[in-house]
Nanobody, 122 residues
């Protein structure tokens, strides 16, 4: 699986961005998809995950109520709508697949593509 995240940019605090992650291959629908982020000097952290059909989601407390994940299996794409952005949301955002639900740590995910930079100014 190859992954390409896009949609990042520079936004003022309170603003919104819609991130996309396009995956190659025919097996996209077999994977749970997660979004992670990594700020400079920090470890990669879990943001949100969505189940194979999109029926279940799990959010980190830091983004709950502000971010929304969705997926379109016909387009092999997972989305992250980010609203009410804060300066502490500044990071490179990555998507990644995993085979099982309930896995929310980076080592449990299988592939990592290029991320997309989100910068939130105060």
């Amino acid at each position: 699986v190859q992954l390409q995240a896009s949609g990042g940019g520079l936004v003022q605090a309170g603003g919104s961005l819609r991130l996309s992650c396009a995956a190659s291959g025919r097996t996209f629908r077999r994977y749970v998809m997660g979004w992670f982020r990594q700020a400079p000097g920090m470890e990669r952290e879990f943001v949100v995950a969505i189940s194979w059909s999109g029926g279940s989601t799990y959010y980190a407390d830091s983004v709950k109520g502000r971010f929304t994940i969705s997926r379109d299996n016909a387009k092999n794409t997972v989305y992250l709508q980010t609203n009410s952005l804060k300066p502490e949301d500044t990071a490179v955002y990555y998507c990644a697949p995993t085979s099982s639900w309930g896995q929310f740590a980076p080592p449990e995910y299988d592939y990592w593509g290029q991320g997309t930079q989100v910068t939130v100014s105060s």
